[in-house]
């Protein structure tokens, strides 16, 4: 998978992805990130990205005509591509999108800054607007390094296993299970005793008890979409 990245901030992309699996992934030709700068796309003498609000107001605005430059630019180095803007005011990013993403060939990411991108791109040059969560970045390009990464993990041979995780269309919305390692006993604090017996099932049953205690508290909101089964309901009493 190629991913393409506009940003005003190309270095801010240098190291984070070339480390651990996603420099692996990279090294391998699993996926390419390549990434242009919007500002080689300006047009005046002072290669102006923004601009002031038409209507008043604080901050600046990312003009449409260099994002739109570097999108035809890019376009015709690979395959067809979505084009997604990358904004607080955008789709909530999700496990969902992820895998759903995961299956392109390509994916084009442009990155807004806070204060806004002029609105034209999303309305008409953009086939999707994505936004990582509920709180604000300083731009778009953190959240473009977190789209990258959960959608990279997804493509199959990224994490050892052949076998795609984002071909299976459900993900259930649990939590993870709590995980222990060595030592058994850390500052007075014991690994839970079941992890130590050897019983499998009993070990089994107590992560998907641990699972659905966790969710139940913390994410409400999953723990909700969840399909309940009887043993879910007996390991919920305990
Ligand atoms: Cl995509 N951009 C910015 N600036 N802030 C965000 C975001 C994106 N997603 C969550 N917060």
Not at 155 to 181: C, M, R
Not at 204 to 222: F, I, M, N, S
């Amino acid at each position: 998978m190629i991913f393409d990245i506009l940003t005003i901030f190309p270095g801010m992309f240098d190291a984070p992805l070339g480390e651990s699996i996603l420099g692996k992934a990279r090294e391998r030709g699993l996926v390419e990130i390549r990434v242009h700068n919007i500002r080689d796309h300006a047009f005046d003498k002072h290669q102006m990205t923004d601009d002031r609000p038409f209507g008043g107001g604080e901050g600046m605005v990312m003009k449409p005509e260099p994002i739109v430059a570097a999108v035809e630019a890019v376009a015709g180095e690979g395959p067809e591509a979505p084009v997604a803007l990358l904004t607080p005011a955008g789709r909530l990013f999700t496990q969902d999108l992820a895998a759903r993403l995961s299956l392109l060939p390509r994916l084009i990411l442009i990155c807004g800054r806070y204060e806004g991108v002029d609105e034209r791109i999303a309305e008409h040059f953009a086939d999707e607007t994505i936004s990582i969560g509920d709180y604000v970045l300083t731009g778009g390009e953190l959240a473009a390094m977190v789209v990258v990464d959960a959608v990279t993990r997804l493509i199959p041979g990224v994490l050892g296993n052949a076998s795609s995780a984002a071909a299976e269309s459900f993900t259930e919305p649990i939590l993870e299970y709590p995980q222990y390692t060595r030592p058994q006993e850390f500052r007075g604090h014991p690994v839970p005793d079941v992890l130590l017996s050897g019983h499998h099932e009993a070990i089994r049953r107590w992560r998907r008890g641990q699972a659905l205690l966790r969710t139940k508290r913390l994410r409400p909101d999953l723990f909700a979409r969840l399909e309940i089964s009887a043993e879910d309901l007996e390991l919920l009493r305990e």
